[in-house]
């Protein structure tokens, strides 16, 4: 018993300790005295363990019998440091209330293909690429975590692909298919495309594409006011040689008297306003030098 309740955070549901060995009367001492605190439904924590993220998540899934998603999921995966003020599960749609669960939760009634199920430490959880696409769709964050998780293999394009297809009429699952087609995407003439519509519909002129600087090529320059501008798509597509490429260009610049700028992917698509002002306010400035 004792193995075990350090293996699972102190948290132990009835069943488990029946299969332990104990019988209903011998948890129900346990629970009276005080040696174990009724969390949820027949899921207990022991008074020897604290209440941490990972024996909250465990309650919350234990109580509701439903599966960690969303952020819950991310931090099970290791793909954030921290796994939010609320429980994120999805229960299947026939699953009735759990009043006793003492877990904030946020819950969502959703049964997924048995592909996009896994067990994170012992915890029932989505896959990481369902997972990966959950967390791009709904957070600030979710973009950069995608990107990361791709850098480091962690998942593929192709497993992504198939989770979203699996799972195309879930929640958020559209908004997820958009982020996604633009990682798939390793095309930069695309981004350069979307950053010439950009400049045209807010009226911005006297720019030049695909410039020669030196022994470089600059995606964007405006002559007049001295300033270049590079596009980032994802990293992943990326490799150290580009990174290195990019620190040399930027130095040269700087030391010609050019301001460069940099505009990723994320920021056209999802801060655009602050992409223009930032723009606006280097074109003012260098105006100002001159």
Known sequence: MARFLAAHDGVITTGQAGSLGMTRRQVYRKTSSGLWASRGPSVHLSAEHPMSDMAAIRIAVASHGGVADRTSAAWLHDLIDRPGTRVSLSVPRSAHGSRGCSIPTQIRRRTFPAEDLTSVHGVDSVALPLTVLMVAAERDDGVEIMDRTLQRRL?????????????CGA??????????????????????????????????????????????????VFPEHRIAVELHGWAFHHDYDRWERDQKVTNALVNADWLPLIFTWKRLMQEPDEVLRELQTAMELRENVD
């Open 155 to 167: 998942v593929t394009l192709k497993q992504l692909h198939a989770a979203l297809d699996r799972n």
């Open 171 to 220: 929640h958020g699952m559209a908004a997820a298919r958009t982020i996604l087609a633009a990682a798939d995407d390793v095309s930069e003439s695309e981004l350069e495309r979307k950053f010439v519509r950009f400049l045209r519909r807010h009226g911005i002129t006297g720019w030049r594409q695909q410039v020669e600087f030196g022994p470089y090529r600059l995606d964007f």
